[in-house]
């Protein structure tokens, strides 16, 4: 039978399927993403040292080891800073200021021997030069991670000085004669010259727990008098305390409990307690520390993982963003989900077909999600664009090359003009790779 006997019906349909499949695949022009770089492979890894910024036309990755800037438009290694010695990184900064990252450093050994995260230091962005640096005091002589240690905004970069006679959740210390002063404990430099700017005194009892900063404001979780954990705000321009609240309205906050700033302006907190009738939720605040919108990691849009990747957790346009595991029959798929950070209610949310996001970017009214398909494994990933207010999707495309598996899990996502770009941390992965629309 030739080609013009065959059914109109059955040639539209045949080509309706070469076309989804092509689609799927990432090779239908305007439809498609394809890579454009990756950065060389890592091969040693750490738990601690890990993290990253965009600076104008720079990438940068930080390791335990390291600090790397590459070209965001070809992926091409600028300049790496390698930290002194043995050293390595135990705090990163999570946001920039000026075209500056601050990074903590120090090595595993005894503490009276200088020992521990005892170095914080400035890094210029654009170029890789250290700028300063200056010794903090580290809680103890190991090495890990240091959540919220360091901090810049407004022009300044915020130290917290720990006290090894101090713990924050247990009420033994072994000297109260040698207690760090709550006047020492928090602390402001210039951020591109080091030069001291101010210290903090503390509410009595209380020493900080987290630290973070914007143009705003100096945020800082307190954990006071060993049983509670409040949230404080202090002047950029003198370090004049404005206000202290408690973490929840409801009930005190454990000195045990895991918190993390996501953002200054305007204050988000993350807290986990090890209790299972604590607080498990994301906190918003007003910019006069009164309490806005409660957001719990479970919820009729499921169960949003409290040690999830930054990567999929993001506060932009007054909403938070971030991937929640809804149960379905006898698996679970991710859903996105946005919140008003105002009230703390569902706003939207996004499940197109039974997936798994991988990670996501707020900003400029869109969100950015990268998205597994699990009915389809781990070949096809897939972009998808949503309009911040109103959750409708904008865009929607295919990754022409595998982005994501166990062992790249995507820790960061950046926008960069036209380039969508992707951080991992780990072994022996790419730990950037970016790609643009086809």
């Given at each position: 039978m030739?080609?013009?006997a065959?059914?109109?019906g059955?040639v539209a349909?045949?080509a309706t ?5 092509v689609?799927?695949?990432?090779y ?7 890579r454009a ?11 601690h040292?890990n993290?990253g910024?965009?600076?104008d ?7 335990f ?6 070209g965001?438009a070809?992926?091409k290694?600028r300049w790496?800073y390698v930290?002194?010695?043995r050293?390595?990184?135990c ?6 200021v000026d075209g ?5 450093y120090g090595e595993d050994?005894?503490l009276e021997k200088g020992?521990?995260c005892a ?8 170029t ?12 103890s ?7 919220d ?5 407004g ?6 000085d720990?006290d ?5 959740d247990?009420?033994?210390y072994n000297d ?11 602390r402001a430099?210039?951020?591109r010259?080091?030069?001291?700017r101010w210290?903090?005194a503390?509410?009595e009892g ?5 630290v973070?900063?914007?143009t705003a404001?100096?945020l800082a979780?307190?954990?006071?008098e060993?049983?509670d954990l409040k949230?404080?705000a202090?002047?950029?321009?003198d370090?004049a305390?404005r ?5 929840d309205?409801r009930?005190?906050?454990a ?6 700033v996501l953002?200054?302006e305007?204050p988000?907190?993350?807290?986990t307690?090890?209790?299972d ?6 906190l918003?605040?007003?910019?006069d520390?009164?309490p806005?919108g409660?957001?719990e990691f479970d919820?009729?849009?499921g169960e ?7 990567a999929?957790?993001a506060v ?6 971030a991937?929640a595991a809804?149960?379905?029959k006898?698996y679970t798929?991710?859903?996105l989900v946005?919140?008003?950070l105002?009230?703390?209610?569902e706003a939207w949310r996004?499940?197109p077909?039974?997936r798994?996001?991988?990670?996501l970017?707020a900003g400029g009214g869109?969100v950015?999600?990268v ?8 070949s096809?990933?897939d972009l ?5 207010k109103s959750?409708d999707?904008k865009?929607d495309?295919?990754?022409r090359?595998d ?5 790249n899990a995507?820790?960061d996502?950046y ?9 991992r941390?780990?072994?022996?992965v790419?730990p ?6 086809w």
């Amino acid at each position: 039978m030739g080609l013009l006997a065959i059914p109109v019906g059955i040639v539209a349909v045949v080509a309706t399927l070469v076309v989804a499949l092509v689609d799927s695949e990432g090779y239908w022009p305007g439809g498609a993403m394809v890579r454009a770089w990756e950065a060389p492979r890592d091969l040693n890894a750490a738990d601690h040292g890990n993290g990253g910024w965009l600076v104008d036309d720079t990438v940068i990755r930080t390791r335990f080891d390291a600090v790397t800037g590459f070209g965001a438009a070809d992926g091409k290694e600028r300049w790496e800073y390698v930290v002194p010695g043995r050293a390595e990184i135990c705090a990163v900064s999570t946001t920039t200021v000026d075209g500056i990252g601050l990074i903590a450093y120090g090595e595993d050994g005894d503490l009276e021997k200088g020992g521990g995260c005892a170095t914080a230091a400035a890094i210029d962005l654009r170029t890789g030069d250290e700028l300063w640096h200056t010794p903090v005091a580290p809680e103890s002589g190991t090495l890990q991670e240091q959540p919220d240690l360091v901090a810049v905004g407004g022009g300044l970069a915020v130290l917290r000085d720990d006290d090894p006679y101090w713990s924050y959740d247990d009420d033994v210390y072994n000297d109260p004669g040698e207690r760090l002063a709550g006047a020492e404990a928090l602390r402001a430099v210039d951020a591109r010259t080091g030069a001291a700017r101010w210290k903090a005194a503390m509410p009595e009892g209380c020493l900080p727990y987290r630290v973070s900063a914007s143009t705003a404001q100096v945020l800082a979780v307190l954990a006071c008098e060993r049983t509670d954990l409040k949230l404080a705000a202090f002047d950029p321009a003198d370090g004049a305390l404005r206000w202290q609240a408690p973490l929840d309205a409801r009930r005190s906050v454990a000195t045990d409990a895991e918190v993390s700033v996501l953002s200054a302006e305007p204050p988000v907190v993350q807290v986990t307690e090890r209790a299972d009738r604590g607080v498990h939720a994301f906190l918003a605040f007003t910019a006069d520390g009164d309490p806005r919108g409660r957001i719990e990691f479970d919820g009729a849009y499921g169960e949003i993982p409290a040690d999830q990747a930054r990567a999929k957790v993001a506060v932009s346009d007054g909403r938070l963003f971030a991937v929640a595991a809804y149960p379905y029959k006898s698996y679970t798929y991710d859903q996105l989900v946005a919140f008003d950070l105002e009230t703390g209610d569902e706003a939207w949310r996004a499940r197109p077909g039974r997936r798994d996001f991988s990670g996501l970017y707020a900003g400029g009214g869109r969100v950015t999600a990268v998205s597994d398909p699990n009915e389809k494994g781990t070949s096809d990933d897939d972009l998808h664009v949503f309009d911040a207010k109103s959750g409708d999707e904008k865009d929607d495309r295919s990754f022409r090359e595998d982005v994501d598996d166990d062992s790249n899990a995507l820790a960061d996502v950046y926008m960069h003009e036209d380039l969508l770009i992707l951080a991992r941390w780990g072994d022996a992965v790419r730990p950037l790779s970016a790609y643009e629309t086809w």
